[in-house]
């Protein structure tokens, strides 16, 4: 078990019955009336999955063709599949039926990073520009089943390109704007997009982002790729573009008006591919099919957060992660509900900016990731009061856990004491939310992500032993006995590795990575991942990867890379290498161009990990030793290595595994030196 960032006596509460507010606003009852009600529906649901998915895949989503059998597959088998022979498409039932219907009403209410250039796009506009880029898309010869990566900025052609791919019936692979040249080339080879789409530059806290210079490194020598399209954002001059690839989107738009009609794809069709960081090896491509992940993306958004048709969901998340992928953009559209599509920081241009937003577009429903709210409580608390958000109902809360101290906070300043928290648990592969509780129906509890959601057919293990926990009042490892809709069906181009990562490590189930305890009335409390996973600001890293991006160094001989409690982040990733014999003594005697100091070596490596990976990647520090704790085996031991890293060198525990022990005093006093002494500072 990792260590606990959730406190067990926080489970010893009372669930809280949701604020008076809440009701006022939204008349009782929600679409769900009570616990009572949840409990009915949720018992249908794992009871009786194709009785109640089957008529409400029917209500939500428009169907080209009815499916005829709901649920298949096991989990055993990896072969679970949903909606059997149905035909649809994702960008009809975000866009066209809405357009249809009420083409004046707003979808996409986009923040721009600088204010003044703020603009809403409704549901009609958003039709047009999804056909016109679905077009210059078709044009080129994009079509079913082909894949196209989309590296934009949180702005509103991200939304517009995503749903373009899907109205051909292709498929999105989003790459957040964050990752550097170098992974966006590895995401774009594995996934073999022949196209991708991007933007001249982004703009971020009033600071340029060199968006197609990025694109022009990572691709330069990959011929894979024989089409670009680039959205203008800043329209700065002296853009390269190169003749025969690159193409502007205004003008490619601008000759392919008019109405072109979404490709039915079949329910089981991938809507998108999203990379996500595992234990091992490089980033999987998870697959997303197009029923199951819209009709997971719809529920959750509906009854998780009780929306009605006439709220406002401001996600502030980036679509280059799965948040955005389903709460920004196929959650609320699918059901025809206004988005906040937000460009800039908390912080920009000041800490009022999440609050001037709330007041501004009137939003009901706040979602985020705790570790915003840490900064906010840290720096920007008095902000917070100098706005009207009296319109908001829902808190939302996602990525990480949120200790009960932050969740007091969060209900108490964001909220007024008037709304309902929401903490969701789930992840990139779950598509959608797992354990949550449905906004005015369950009752809450400060720490807690409360219970799970229709479908999901959660229980605890026993890592040890491999049985399932029966009862309330169990500590295990989190799993899922049966498949649910929105589940990833595949890794792309691997689907070995997605049994073996999901599937294998307990038969029969789907295993989430993470460890959790469910108290006495049943409620879930997430503890973390049990795995390599280290999660920065609500960001998912694999410590593998960091770990080889610092071996690409020329100095360093070994990495290992652990995570550690930060006040602000949640987790903070602290590196630590060995180097190649001689290397800084060879490099201080070989004069001043190469001259290399521990200091900057540091910094070097700190750059090395931001160029390979992204700047979210950054190791808070980087500590220099002469050698790594190493099991007989020659396996490297992260848990000495976390615990001298986190100032707990005096709970080092056993170490009789270790085959040179004698190494730990100098890893202990190079922590001091290279690290925490620089904390106090
Ligand atoms: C991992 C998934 C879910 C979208 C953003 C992250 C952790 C997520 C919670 C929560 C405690 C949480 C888990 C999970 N996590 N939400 N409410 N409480 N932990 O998606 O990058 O796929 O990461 O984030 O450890 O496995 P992701």
């Not at 709901?70 to 498409?89: P, T």
Request: charged share 20%.
């Amino acid at each position: 078990m990792p260590e606990h960032t959730v406190v067990h006596e926080a489970q010893n509460v009372v669930a809280r019955e949701p604020p008076h507010h809440f009701f006022k606003s939204q008349p009782r009852p929600g679409h769900v009336k009570d616990a009572e009600q949840y409990m009915k529906m949720y018992k249908q649901s794992i009871e009786d999955p194709s009785g109640f998915f089957g008529p409400m895949a029917r209500e939500h989503l428009h169907w080209d063709r009815p499916f005829t059998q709901v649920r298949a597959g096991s989990l055993q088998h990896g072969d679970s599949a949903w909606f059997l022979n149905g035909e649809l498409n994702a960008s009809y039932n975000c866009v066209d039926r809405h357009a249809f219907a009420n083409p004046s009403k707003p979808a996409l209410i986009c923040e721009a990073d600088d204010e003044s250039e703020n603009r809403v796009i409704t549901f009609g506009e958003l039709l047009r520009q999804v056909s016109e880029v679905a077009g210059v898309l078709k044009s080129w010869g994009v079509k079913k089943g082909d894949t196209v990566a989309v590296y934009l900025p949180m702005i509103a052609e991200a939304v517009v390109a995503m749903l373009a791919v899907a109205r051909l019936g292709a498929i999105h692979s989003v790459i957040f704007a964050g990752f550097s040249a170098g992974s966006l080339k590895e995401r774009v080879v594995d996934a073999g997009c022949k196209v991708v789409i991007t933007c001249d530059e982004g703009r971020r806290g009033g600071k340029t982002v060199h968006t197609k210079k990025i694109v022009d490194e990572g691709l330069a020598g990959v011929d894979l790729v024989s089409k670009i399209l680039v959205y203008q954002r800043t329209g700065s001059a002296g853009i390269p573009m190169k003749p025969g690839r690159d193409y502007w989107w205004h003008e490619e738009s601008a000759k392919h008006g008019g109405y072109l009609p979404p490709t039915p794809v079949n329910s089981e069709d991938p809507l998108f591919l999203l990379y996500t960081s595992g234990s091992t090896g490089s980033p999987k491509g998870v697959v997303h099919t197009t029923a199951g992940y819209l009709l997971g993306a719809a529920l959750t958004t509906k009854y998780v957060f009780d929306i009605h048709p006439e709220d406002v969901l401001f996600t502030a998340g980036d679509v280059g992660w799965i948040t955005g992928h389903t709460y920004a953009l196929y959650g609320p559209l699918a059901l025809g509900t206004a988005s906040i599509i937000f460009e800039s920081t908390p912080a920009y241009p000041d800490y009022g900016r999440y609050w001037r937003i709330i007041e501004r577009h009137k939003a009901t429903h706040f979602y985020v990731a705790p570790t915003a709210m840490r900064l906010i409580k840290r720096v920007g608390e008095a902000e917070i009061a100098k706005y009207d958000t009296s319109s908001l109902r829902v808190l939302g809360s996602v990525g990480e856990p949120i200790s009960p101290d932050l969740w007091e906070w969060y209900h108490e300043k964001v909220g007024n004491k008037n709304c309902v928290i929401c903490d969701t648990m789930w992840q990139t592969e779950s598509g959608s939310h797992l354990i949550a509780p449905l906004a005015g129906a369950v009752n809450t509890k400060p720490g807690s992500a409360t219970v799970p959601f229709f479908g999901i057919n959660a229980c605890l293990i026993d890592p040890v032993s491999g049985e399932e926990l029966k009862g309330n009042d169990v500590e295990g490892v989190l799993a899922v006995k049966d498949s649910w809709p929105s589940m990833a069906r595949s890794v792309w181009n691997n689907h070995s590795r997605y049994i073996e990562t999901y599937l294998k490590p307990y038969p029969g189930y789907y295993f989430t990575g993470d460890g959790a305890g469910r108290d006495h009335d049943g409620y879930y409390w997430i503890r973390g991942r049990v795995d390599d996973v280290v999660n920065v600001s609500g960001h998912r890293l694999s410590t593998a990867e960091i770990e080889a991006a610092l071996v690409e160094h020329d100095g360093v001989s070994e990495s290992a890379v652990v995570g550690i409690t930060d006040e602000l982040t949640g987790q903070a990733v602290i590196a630590f290498v060995s180097l190649k014999d001689g290397y800084l003594q060879d490099n201080a005697s070989a004069g001043d161009v190469a001259h290399i100091t521990p200091d900057n070596l540091r910094r070097e490596l700190i750059l090395q990990v931001r160029g390979e990976i992204g700047p979210f990647a950054s190791p808070k520090s980087v500590v220099v030793v002469n050698d790594l704790p190493k099991t007989r085996s020659g396996k490297i031991m992260r848990r000495v290595l976390r615990k001298v890293a986190s100032n707990e060198a005096d709970q080092l525990g056993d170490m009789s595994t270790l085959a040179n022990a004698d190494c730990v005093p100098s890893i202990i006093s190079a922590v001091e030196t290279q690290f925490l002494a620089q904390k106090k500072k």
